[in-house]
């Protein structure tokens, strides 16, 4: 098993924090299949199941050392749409049980019954793929999957994303302080930072579309697709245990995506 | 007009980038910041202009303590052109983006058309001015990064690394928006790898070396110092090695080399 602790491989990628625990150590495939297998799971399971989902993956991420982040991105990314989703499906959507709360305020039971099943899914979702990136270095998941034999192009496809959080975020905050520095208030009412937005927003997207054209460049000049499998030199370990857990948890994943959709 | 006060500077859960700054800059000087990669070059510049505050210490700009003045409200008394001028150009025309600064300072009308006017001037791109400024070659973007800065006329204006990317030309014009600038009593602050510039347009070097000043001196005390160069990491210019080899006085550009030799010849 493998694992990043030096304090450099963390600052490569926005979400990866280094560490030594069983995931961090994991072959990449094993754990981008676990997160798989949650996700399998959440899509089918009930409100309660899906919110025991979450409780367990908020746990095993404070076991991986990964805890607070993890819980930190889901509160922040789950907080308003829970509350959008609350007060549309409970207060606002027109359905036969509105029950009189107070005033003229009334609210639908199967209105926040809906609204809690599909927030707890998405943050089911979430944490899974929160554990997942913040244990996992999207390098080591290159190499995983150049390792597997998959394409050099799909392989890059997959982990480009990830990669590409970091420097995206360190533009993004150049761009803010070049142009606050050039006067530009984010600090006052709505309006003016509304106003702000292209300032901030139109040199991030060219930025990001001439990096586009230099990647693919610098790719190209560099025969990134001259051979159909890429051979790599310090491949993440893997282990036949692994390899058998993989095959479980797909299979697991396939019978819960599966069993519902045939017993219908 | 620029006053740094025992700054302490670190990075969350980090180890200290700067320890016991402190200097001055008056009007009309022309300060050079120097030192190796990590020195702490860029941090210092970012703390200078409000972007990052102090752990303890001040720093003061015309007047105001960065600690309680807003960036937006320190752009007007100290203006930042940074490394890559893609990072902060938006507009659709080379003129727009001039008039960015002097906009958020409420100029209008035939003040800020003026205004626009005088800098496209300065920097040479009167005839680029309805130009896309992505349309236009590196150097020019450069150019335009500086107008937009010096259009909002800062009485602290800083630079870093502006003579990356220049060609001849930019690289001359700059030279001369420089020394304007200086003469007009712009404080200027440069922070340089570029020695031969340093040496040409600095009147002082404030050298870091792992976050602490090494030196802070007239331009020609510090480069005929073998020691404090080899500390700060810098390479000591052409024209200071060369006269130091034909046995000359000291002195930091070509031409100044030229007319002491001359001077040596005829009096031999």
Same mark, same amino acid.
């Given at each position: 098993?493998?694992?990043?602790?030096?304090?450099q491989?963390?600052?490569?990628?926005l979400?990866?924090?280094?560490?030594?625990?069983?995931?961090h150590?994991?072959?990449?495939?094993?754990s981008?299949?676990?997160?798989?297998?949650?996700?399998?799971?959440?899509?089918?399971?009930?409100?309660?199941?899906t919110t025991?989902?979450?409780?367990?993956?908020v746990?095993?991420?404070?076991?991986?050392?990964v805890g607070p982040?993890?819980?930190k991105?889901?509160?922040?990314?789950?907080?308003?749409?829970?509350?959008?989703?609350?007060?549309?499906?409970?207060f606002?959507v027109?359905?036969?049980?509105?029950?009189p709360?107070?005033g003229p305020?009334?609210?639908?039971?199967?209105?926040?019954?809906?609204?809690a099943?599909?927030?707890?899914?998405?943050?089911?979702?979430?944490?899974?793929?929160?554990?997942?990136?913040?244990?996992t270095?999207?390098?080591?998941?290159?190499?995983?999957?150049?390792?597997?034999?998959?394409?050099p192009?799909?392989?890059?496809?997959?982990?480009?994303?990830?990669?590409?959080?970091?420097?995206?975020?360190?533009?993004?905050k150049?761009?803010?302080?070049?142009?606050?520095?050039?006067?530009?208030?984010?600090?006052?009412?709505?309006?003016?930072?509304?106003?702000?937005?292209?300032a901030?927003?139109?040199?991030?997207?060219?930025?990001a579309?001439?990096?586009?054209?230099?990647?693919?460049?610098?790719?190209?000049?560099r025969a990134?697709?001259?051979q159909?499998?890429?051979?790599?030199?310090?491949?993440?370990?893997?282990?036949?245990?692994?390899?058998?857990?993989?095959r479980?948890?797909?299979?697991?994943?396939?019978?819960?995506?599966?069993?519902?959709l045939?017993?219908? | 007009?620029?006053?740094?006060?025992?700054?302490?500077?670190?990075?969350?859960?980090?180890n200290?980038? *700067?320890?016991d700054? +402190?200097?001055?800059? %008056?009007?009309? !000087? #022309? /300060?050079?910041?120097? &030192?190796r990669?990590? @020195?702490?070059?860029?941090?210092?510049?970012?703390?200078?202009?409000?972007?990052?505050?102090?752990?303890?210490?001040t720093?003061?700009?015309d007047?105001?303590?960065?600690?309680?003045?807003?960036?937006?409200?320190?752009a007007?008394?100290?203006?930042?052109?940074?490394?890559?001028?893609?990072?902060?150009?938006?507009n659709?025309?080379?003129?727009?983006?001039?008039?960015f600064?002097p906009?958020?300072?409420? *100029?209008?009308?035939? +003040?800020?058309?003026a %205004?626009?006017a !005088? #800098? /496209?001037?300065?920097? &040479?791109l009167?005839? @680029?001015?309805?130009?896309?400024?992505?349309?236009l070659?590196?150097?020019?973007?450069r150019l335009?990064a500086?107008g937009?800065?010096?259009a909002m006329?800062?009485?602290?204006?800083?630079?870093?690394?502006?003579?990356?990317?220049?060609?001849?030309?930019?690289?001359?014009?700059?030279?001369?928006?420089?020394?304007?600038?200086?003469e007009?009593?712009?404080?200027?602050?440069?922070?340089?790898?570029?020695?031969?510039?340093?040496?040409?347009?600095?009147s002082r070097v404030?050298?870091?070396?792992?976050?602490?000043?090494?030196a802070?001196?007239?331009?020609?005390?510090?480069?005929?110092s073998?020691?404090?160069?080899?500390?700060?990491?810098?390479?000591?210019p052409?024209?200071?090695?060369?006269?130091?080899?034909?046995g000359?006085?000291?002195?930091?550009?070509?031409?100044a080399?030229?007319?002491?030799?001359?001077?040596?010849?005829?009096?031999?």
């Amino acid at each position: 098993m493998s694992s990043r602790s030096g304090p450099q491989s963390g600052q490569t990628a926005l979400l990866f924090l280094p560490g030594d625990s069983l995931l961090h150590r994991a072959n990449p495939l094993t754990s981008l299949i676990f997160m798989l297998w949650m996700i399998s799971a959440a899509a089918v399971l009930p409100t309660i199941g899906t919110t025991i989902l979450i409780v367990a993956g908020v746990a095993l991420s404070f076991a991986m050392g990964v805890g607070p982040r993890v819980t930190k991105r889901l509160v922040i990314t789950m907080l308003p749409l829970l509350v959008a989703l609350l007060v549309v499906h409970g207060f606002l959507v027109s359905r036969p049980d509105f029950i009189p709360l107070v005033g003229p305020l009334t609210y639908s039971p199967t209105g926040l019954e809906y609204a809690a099943q599909v927030v707890t899914r998405i943050g089911a979702m979430l944490t899974a793929s929160l554990i997942f990136v913040t244990t996992t270095h999207p390098g080591d998941i290159l190499k995983s999957l150049d390792q597997r034999g998959v394409s050099p192009g799909v392989s890059y496809l997959i982990a480009s994303p990830l990669l590409l959080i970091e420097p995206f975020s360190e533009r993004a905050k150049a761009i803010r302080d070049a142009q606050r520095a050039r006067g530009l208030d984010l600090t006052s009412t709505f309006k003016a930072r509304f106003k702000a937005l292209p300032a901030l927003l139109i040199p991030l997207i060219t930025l990001a579309l001439s990096d586009l054209d230099h990647r693919a460049s610098i790719l190209n000049s560099r025969a990134f697709r001259a051979q159909k499998h890429r051979t790599v030199i310090d491949a993440p370990p893997d282990d036949r245990f692994q390899v058998w857990l993989r095959r479980v948890l797909i299979v697991l994943a396939i019978a819960q995506l599966g069993i519902p959709l045939l017993w219908r | 007009m620029l006053d740094v006060a025992s700054v302490d500077f670190a990075y969350p859960g980090g180890n200290p980038v *700067l320890s016991d700054i +402190a200097f001055s800059v %008056r009007r009309g !000087e #022309v /300060l050079a910041i120097v &030192g190796r990669n990590g @020195a702490g070059k860029s941090t210092l510049l970012r703390l200078l202009n409000g972007l990052r505050q102090p752990a303890s210490g001040t720093v003061t700009v015309d007047g105001l303590n960065t600690a309680d003045t807003p960036v937006h409200v320190l752009a007007h008394h100290i203006g930042t052109v940074f490394q890559a001028p893609e990072q902060q150009i938006f507009n659709a025309k080379v003129h727009d983006e001039i008039a960015f600064g002097p906009r958020q300072q409420g *100029l209008t009308g035939a +003040a800020l058309e003026a %205004r626009i006017a !005088e #800098v /496209l001037g300065r920097i &040479g791109l009167a005839d @680029a001015a309805q130009l896309h400024p992505l349309d236009l070659d590196a150097a020019a973007r450069r150019l335009v990064a500086l107008g937009s800065v010096l259009a909002m006329k800062p009485p602290v204006l800083l630079l870093d690394e502006p003579q990356r990317g220049l060609d001849a030309n930019a690289m001359a014009r700059l030279e001369a928006i420089v020394a304007e600038e200086a003469e007009a009593g712009t404080c200027v602050i440069l922070v340089c790898h570029d020695m031969d510039f340093v040496a040409r347009r600095a009147s002082r070097v404030l050298a870091l070396a792992q976050g602490r000043i090494a030196a802070d001196l007239p331009t020609l005390d510090f480069f005929t110092s073998d020691e404090l160069t080899r500390k700060a990491g810098v390479e000591v210019p052409d024209p200071v090695e060369l006269a130091r080899f034909l046995g000359l006085p000291p002195v930091l550009t070509p031409s100044a080399l030229a007319a002491k030799w001359l001077a040596d010849h005829r009096s031999a």
